[in-house]
């Protein structure tokens, strides 16, 4: 396999993305809640934690922009 020719003194760049730095959060829901995040999410095939973010997000967003 041949490499790729670099120039002198030009840096090498990792195909690879380098992970994001994220904090996670702790949410806890009743049964029912729990029951619907699951639904929700299945409907617009997401999973539970990425439909939870969406919407997080969503209202993070419409309080920011309320002022609130």
């Given at each position: 396999m041949a490499k790729a020719k670099i120039k002198k003194g030009?840096?090498?760049?990792?195909?690879?993305?380098t992970e994001r730095v994220?904090?996670?959060?702790?949410?806890?829901?009743?049964?029912?809640?729990?029951?619907r995040l699951e639904r929700l999410a299945r409907?617009?095939?997401?999973?539970k934690a990425s439909y939870a973010r969406q919407a997080v997000l969503e209202r993070m967003r419409a309080d920011e922009a309320r002022g609130s």
């Amino acid at each position: 396999m041949a490499k790729a020719k670099i120039k002198k003194g030009t840096k090498r760049m990792n195909a690879v993305q380098t992970e994001r730095v994220v904090k996670p959060v702790r949410l806890d829901l009743s049964e029912p809640d729990h029951e619907r995040l699951e639904r929700l999410a299945r409907e617009r095939g997401l999973n539970k934690a990425s439909y939870a973010r969406q919407a997080v997000l969503e209202r993070m967003r419409a309080d920011e922009a309320r002022g609130s």
